[in-house]
């Protein structure tokens, strides 16, 4: 059985983005990854998009999504919400996370590149916790 996973940001264009491709590359075929924002900005930002192509993952094919887009696929095993404090709702899942990742949106590539791997960590470290056996990448 796949476990169905949720990330929230702001803007759904850095953090959930970047965590939703993670989940896909680590989680392989036992997970279904989605991300949303609580005000999404449209886009996926272009320095995200760059990131994850150094790891071989293609963010340009992921959008910018509302969280009104994603509730059709709850419930969620796991909602995880990343700086939307108070504008992150409420959605079906058996367990919610919060974690504390500073957006990267105006930072220079290395410190970019530095919450990407942050980001890596966190979902991994979700993932084992959630018991699936993760792909190295």
């Known amino acids: 059985m796949k476990k169905k996973l949720l990330f929230v940001c702001i803007e759904n264009s850095n953090r959930s983005q970047m965590s939703q491709a993670f989940a896909i590359m ?16 449209g886009i996926v930002n272009p320095k995200a998009i760059a990131a994850m192509q150094e790891l071989g993952y293609d963010l340009s094919k992921h959008d ?29 899942a058996k367990k919610f996370i919060d974690w504390q990742i500073p957006d990267p949106k105006h930072m220079e590539p290395k410190e970019f590149n530095t919450v990407r791997d942050f980001i890596k960590d966190k979902v991994k470290q979700l993932l084992v916790d959630l018991e699936l056996n993760i792909l190295e990448g």
């Open 64 to 92: 910018s999504k509302s969280l009104q887009e994603v509730e059709q696929f709850a419930p969620f095993d796991a909602v995880v919400t990343m700086g939307c404090g108070d504008a992150c709702p409420w959605m079906p």
């Open 26 to 41: 680590l989680g392989g075929n036992k997970v279904e990854a989605y991300s949303a924002g609580s005000k999404p900005s």
